[in-house]
């Protein structure tokens, strides 16, 4: 039916419309909007993925700045950083306001800066080393003190910059509204540091919670709460690999009652906008799905 379409423009002359119908088509093979799980941007390997999660943040930054002077961005750790890598390349390195970022953790591990565990150290080393950011405006956890006090501390720095508004507030909570939190998932269905049946999934009070008994080593951990996720005006997911396919069939499709409570599938912004980094092999397993070579 595409190629059709195509080769009707292209007898009538019309170099325009063809062109608008080719770029259509492109789009759609690439990204697709799923019915109450925001949209879906699945990408043929690594290289393109990464891409277009520079080209996308960069553009919110853009906006952000634009209309707030500022762009609060909430980022997490694993692979996600490696992703981020091609905003430390042109044209990125240069056209992005990188003294207008302010960055924080949505969630990070309790241990020294220097610790090959430390969520900072990930970034710094392959991202916020290697761009101009204002070192003032890196918002890392005290990691001298136990995660209980790490988490207050954390939740109490916030606060100060949602009453200056460095971090804007949501329109319907005391939330602050971060104008981007990127998120990893893990093979369980994991966000942040929020896990499968863990209590602190119901945890709507506080801003910035902790963990003492992570799945996952190591075992004391800070993290956003599902309310201050959810108040982001963008969430972006970004997930990579066959071994999490399952979980991200369990976080989108439609998969029944049994499997609401994934931490992944809690991740539903309420007035922001929802967005999904696949690959291919990520993707693997949604119902429906089909990749145009």
Request: glycine share 6%; with cysteine.
């Given at each position: 039916?595409r190629?059709?379409?195509?080769?009707?423009?292209?007898?009538?002359?019309?170099?325009?419309?063809?062109?608008m119908?080719?770029?259509?088509?492109?789009?759609?093979?690439?990204?697709?909007?799923?019915?109450?799980?925001?949209?879906?941007?699945?990408?043929?390997?690594?290289?393109?993925?990464?891409?277009?999660?520079?080209?996308?943040?960069?553009e919110?930054?853009e906006?952000?700045?634009?209309?707030?002077?500022?762009f609060?961005?909430?980022?997490?750790g694993?692979?996600?950083?490696?992703?981020?890598?091609?905003?430390?390349?042109?044209?990125?390195?240069?056209?992005?306001?990188?003294?207008?970022?302010?960055?924080?953790w949505?969630?990070?591990?309790?241990?020294?800066?220097?610790?090959?565990d430390?969520n900072y150290?990930?970034?710094?080393?392959?991202?916020?080393?290697?761009?101009?950011?204002?070192p003032?405006?890196?918002?890392?956890?005290?990691?001298?003190?136990?995660?209980?006090?790490?988490?207050?501390?954390?939740?109490?720095?916030?606060r100060?910059?949602?009453?200056?508004?460095?971090?804007?507030?949501?329109?319907?909570?005391?939330?602050?509204?971060?104008?981007?939190?990127?998120?990893?998932?893990?093979?369980?269905?994991?966000?942040?540091s929020l896990?499968?049946?863990?209590?602190?999934?119901?945890?709507?009070?506080?801003?910035?919670?902790?963990?003492?008994?992570?799945?996952?080593?190591?075992?004391?951990?800070?993290?956003?709460?599902?309310?201050v996720?959810?108040?982001?005006?963008?969430?972006?997911?970004?997930?990579?690999?066959?071994?999490?396919?399952?979980?991200?069939?369990?976080a989108?499709?439609?998969?029944?009652?049994d499997?609401?409570?994934?931490?992944?599938?809690?991740?539903?912004?309420?007035?922001?906008?929802?967005?999904?980094f696949?690959?291919?092999?990520?993707?693997?397993?949604?119902?429906?799905?089909?990749?145009?070579?």
């Amino acid at each position: 039916m595409r190629v059709c379409v195509a080769l009707v423009y292209w007898c009538n002359g019309a170099w325009y419309n063809f062109l608008m119908v080719f770029l259509i088509w492109v789009w759609m093979a690439h990204s697709r909007v799923h019915k109450d799980r925001g949209e879906l941007r699945i990408h043929e390997n690594l290289d393109e993925l990464g891409t277009d999660l520079a080209e996308y943040i960069a553009e919110l930054s853009e906006a952000s700045v634009k209309e707030r002077g500022v762009f609060a961005i909430a980022i997490s750790g694993g692979s996600l950083i490696g992703l981020m890598g091609k905003l430390c390349e042109a044209p990125y390195h240069k056209t992005v306001d990188w003294a207008k970022w302010y960055i924080f953790w949505a969630d990070e591990r309790v241990v020294g800066k220097t610790h090959a565990d430390s969520n900072y150290k990930l970034a710094k080393d392959g991202l916020l080393s290697k761009v101009p950011v204002v070192p003032s405006h890196v918002n890392s956890i005290n990691d001298s003190v136990s995660a209980e006090e790490a988490a207050d501390d954390y939740e109490f720095h916030i606060r100060q910059l949602v009453k200056t508004r460095t971090i804007n507030v949501s329109d319907n909570s005391d939330c602050p509204k971060f104008d981007l939190i990127l998120l990893g998932m893990g093979p369980d269905g994991h966000v942040a540091s929020l896990f499968p049946n863990h209590p602190m999934l119901d945890e709507k009070s506080e801003w910035v919670t902790f963990i003492t008994d992570s799945p996952k080593p190591p075992p004391e951990r800070i993290t956003f709460t599902l309310p201050v996720i959810n108040s982001a005006s963008n969430v972006a997911v970004v997930v990579t690999g066959e071994s999490k396919a399952e979980a991200v069939h369990l976080a989108i499709d439609d998969v029944g009652p049994d499997y609401l409570s994934l931490p992944a599938r809690l991740v539903q912004p309420t007035k922001g906008k929802l967005v999904w980094f696949l690959d291919k092999p990520a993707a693997s397993k949604l119902d429906g799905f089909q990749f145009s070579e």
